[in-house]
């Protein structure tokens, strides 16, 4: 069954299999070729421009270097490789052989990728146009849904569709449903009768429903496409700064047990179903300007731990399945994560770089938000929880701080504390468009006051849980029997419920288009993935592609 | 298995087993005893104030009869009639044994029934108290959290608690993760411990966490609960007007094939899965006033089609789980459903009756957007979708009018129009907090405008089509087939594809508690309740009270 494999997020462009990086000055175009025999593990062809997780990897990394590795780029040109196809949305057969888990791990990466490329869009100025030479359909779409602007070929035969619902028994699970109507406006009837199409609409029609933004002959396919991202490049508010920043390849060794970076490391209890994190703070003060961090490029304390987090996170959640908890722990001098935070939003309106980084930083966190494992976050004397940092406990579900020290083993240890600092306060939303304090304190403006006069403060235990900063500061009595009793009960009760009950507490307060595709749309599609009607036997996702029709249970839920 | 007797939802307090109605002055008290052998369906006893359908069926009804039957009442004190245990929530033997679509079914029926609750205490001027004389755990809390304030007995054993994470491995699905966080504004890490904590907490830390109110001493419990319903019936923003309406029983016939009210009736057709659901218009003018509606009562017609669709609603979403497309169509003058829609619009700021039946269309409406059935609107000659009427084909996922007419059956007949009236411009908000008309053009200001401005005009099938207020205008010659396709095609999907397309296509724009709770809550629990680690032969719902512990597939999703 798909899904048994280990995966590796790491890649590079000499690696990529199906996708082509082409960048002409401000213009780059990202063009998805995809190796029909490419799959990441095998059982399927990857016809028709479709993808799998494999593909969706490459596409990850390509946007990602685009951000680091290609300052210059304002406009990116979504398009195929291929004739007549743009892309025909995620392999069928993938789907129809994968475990529940693996599917839905899937879709998340495919969800929080294109969140991304909207990310670019909106506030790193690469302005992302998808140039449809060919039919899109269902994730083929949504990706396009994704990019600032569709232009669709008008040819008699391309269009776009989504036909899950009416093909696969399935929802257009990428953000689709939530896109047509909530960013495109398309009318929602006019949405409903598209959605269960699946021969799709192209033309002038899929331009007056909102589907596309234009339609342009195939004589004047380059030249419109071009002048378009011209049109986006010239428009894009893309910062100044430094030269390029080589991505280099990840520091990463895994044992069955253990997973190391240079300044993140995991230890893996199997047992006890928990993950150990700990984050190191950076080991020297960060730069005096933006020039030496570009001189550090890539090895940037900021830069690195973004990227050693965002790999472990996907790691984990796609080879570790039965580590339901995640135990985060931070070692090192706050002051110095303070200090690197401060360069970096001393800058991060005036220099791309430290722009992207902060990006990267949001970016990573909301992987967190959205990740179903209990997190929690240890504060004990020696951890940095200060800034960036302190996000990591404003993520977790729980939090314990240490009251005090540890007697036996370190007795004149300064006691933990705790720092709020610029980042916690309004650069790092979660995909609510709120930071993780104002989402903490929803509906309690004055606890939110109270926090952000404190901000600065080395808070000790006691101040930060008065502040409600923290759940609980158990002391060194307590410490072992509340910590190990929260880890193990975790591990006793229902992984599915933990899931539903994290995806709703994380998310309190408004609503984006971004917490309606997690929470709404995503716990829709997770429910009718696993009902027969979809995944059973004679489901409409295993019958696809067989001649046979799927057998429904006809009632209604 | 539960769920497969015929439910009737009509019922009244002569009727009830398990509430007691109590009204004194400005008063209610609304006391819940649970009769444990009046289960709905045999299999269960209802111990400790459980309930089931039955008894939330009666708590509807009694929600229901305050607002028509008791205008003089402002506060409303829900309470236990028995010791030491408020309500244990939803049977969970019940649940255990029930179908997955009755679960459904049932948690969406008392989650309209809470969020009626809320909106008595919002917009009627009557305010909900729970005054929770013992443990309130699971449902039993979540009742309490649709109040507007939760007074709970200080006796160091009664508590609130929502244990159905770590007893059941399901969630508190009954609006209860939302309410939590979003009303109450518990600390998400709070309310995580919480919610984990089968125990419950009570006393100060339950008030200190906002998880109540207010904690009164045994000895002065009558006392105080009395004193705060005063307090609340005094500030009551009811409003004045006539004696007390009597909802008199419903005049229903239901064959096999067809369920027939006054102004509503219903064929239903299993073959191909669809109820064709008629609404007929007033067959008079209005009474020149109020004082003409109080004289009519119930059989006033916009009360009696707001209660009969409503019956027709709940019937069909209980029994008739196959028949999963409902046509609308209605019949009759157009004029007189916008002289009633006026003569409500009129008064409902000074009249308690009119702002009743408005409040009454409201909900209504809001469950058919929470139905799990597809929804057609035939526009025909002879039709009335005018105002309140217009109202379903705007809720409808699609609506289809007759360009010209039936040129066999009535070429003489005058070509069917539809009207928006001030009904649909602000009186009948969606759960979403906006208007119908603004959910479908939402993002399209323009197309709002001219909708407005079209406002009182009786629009040609050429006009609604254009202004986007029908999906297809097909004339005489195309009318049969389009609509035939349409509806056999809907027969021919997964359901549970339809559901979730359904769901997330019907409220694009903002998100309130009420669209939380239908959306992101309910898809989580659906989903959750219908995996194995919650109804499997060893999931956590049926392990409960056998002294086994349920066996979980550790996989995180």
Redesign the interface.
Same mark, same amino acid.
């Given at each position: 069954m798909v899904g048994m494999s280990h995966v590796e997020f790491r890649t590079s462009p000499a690696k990529y299999r199906h996708w082509r990086l082409a960048v002409d000055g401000p213009v780059a175009t990202l063009a998805m070729d995809v190796d029909e025999q490419g799959g990441l593990v095998p059982g399927y062809e990857l016809k028709l421009n479709s993808y799998d997780l494999g593909v969706d990897i490459e596409l990850y990394d390509a946007v990602q270097r685009l951000r680091f590795e290609h300052p210059e780029v304002k406009a990116v040109v979504m398009t195929s490789g291929k004739d007549k196809i743009f892309c025909a949305g995620a392999n069928i057969r993938m789907l129809a052989a994968s475990a529940?888990?693996w599917k839905?791990?899937f879709c998340k990466f495919t969800n929080e990728t294109r969140n991304g490329i909207e990310d670019a869009t909106e506030n790193s100025g690469q302005v992302y146009l998808a140039a449809l030479n060919g039919t899109a359909s269902g994730g083929g779409y949504e990706l396009a849904l994704a990019c600032d602007r569709i232009l669709l070929v008008d040819d008699r035969s391309s269009v776009v569709s989504l036909p899950?619902?009416?093909l696969?028994?399935?929802?257009p699970g990428t953000g689709g449903?939530?896109r047509?109507?909530?960013k495109r406006?398309v009318?929602?009837?006019?949405?409903?009768?598209f959605?269960?199409k699946s021969e799709g609409i192209g033309g002038k029609k899929a331009v007056a429903w909102k589907l596309v933004d234009e339609v342009v002959p195939r004589v004047r396919w380059q030249e419109v496409v071009s002048e378009r991202a011209r049109d986006s490049a010239s428009s894009a508010p893309r910062l100044p700064g430094g030269e390029a920043i080589e991505l280099a390849e990840l520091d990463k060794s895994r044992t069955d047990d253990s997973i190391n970076y240079t300044h993140v490391s995991a230890s893996l209890d199997r047992d006890r179903?928990v993950a150990e994190i700990t984050v190191r703070g950076p080991e020297a003060d960060p730069p005096a300007s933006m020039a030496g961090v570009y001189g550090q490029g890539a090895a940037f304390w900021s830069l690195a731990v973004a990227r050693e987090l965002d790999d472990l996170i996907l790691d984990l959640r796609a080879n570790e399945?039965?580590?339901?908890t995640w135990v985060f722990k931070t070692a090192g001098d706050a002051a110095r994560v303070l200090a690197h935070d401060d360069l970096l939003l001393a800058n991060c309106d005036s220099d791309w770089l430290a722009r992207e980084i902060v990006l990267y930083w949001k970016r990573t966190l909301k992987r967190l938000d959205v990740t179903?494992?209990s997190l929690i976050a240890l504060i004990e004397p020696g951890s940095c929880f200060a800034g960036s940092l302190l996000e990591l406990a404003l993520a977790?579900?729980?939090?314990y701080m240490l009251f005090g020290v540890f007697e036996d083993i370190d007795p004149d240890a300064p006691p933990a504390v705790i720092t709020v600092g610029p980042a916690n306060l309004g650069l790092l939303p979660m995909g609510n468009g709120q930071t993780r304090l104002a989402?903490?304190?929803?509906?309690?403006a004055d606890?939110l006051a109270a926090v952000e006069k404190a901000a600065g403060e080395a808070l000790t235990a006691e101040e930060a849980e008065k502040l /409600?900063l923290v759940?609980f500061a158990p002391d060194d009595i307590d410490w072992d029997e509340e910590v190990r009793i929260a880890v193990e009960?975790? %591990?006793s009760?229902?992984?599915?419920?933990?899931? /539903?009950?994290?995806?709703?507490?994380?998310?309190?307060?408004?609503?984006t288009i971004e917490t309606?595709i997690f929470?709404?749309?995503t %716990?829709?599609?997770?429910?009718?993935f696993?009902?027969p009607?979809?995944s059973g036997p004679d489901g409409?996702l295993r019958a696809y592609g067989t001649g046979k029709r799927?057998d429904?249970?006809?009632?209604?839920?």
């Open positions: 529940h888990s839905v791990n899950e619902l009416p696969l028994g399935v929802l449903l939530t047509v109507v909530d406006h009318r929602r009837d006019l949405a409903d009768y959605s269960t179903a399945t039965e580590i339901g179903s494992r977790a579900d729980r939090s989402t903490r304190f929803f509906g309690d606890g /409600g759940t009960e975790r %591990a009760f229902s992984p599915d419920a933990l899931t /539903g009950l994290e995806a709703n507490y994380r998310f309190a307060g408004p609503e309606k929470g709404r749309l %716990a829709w599609q997770n429910w009718i696993y009902r009607n979809a409409a799927a429904f249970d006809r009632k209604r839920v």
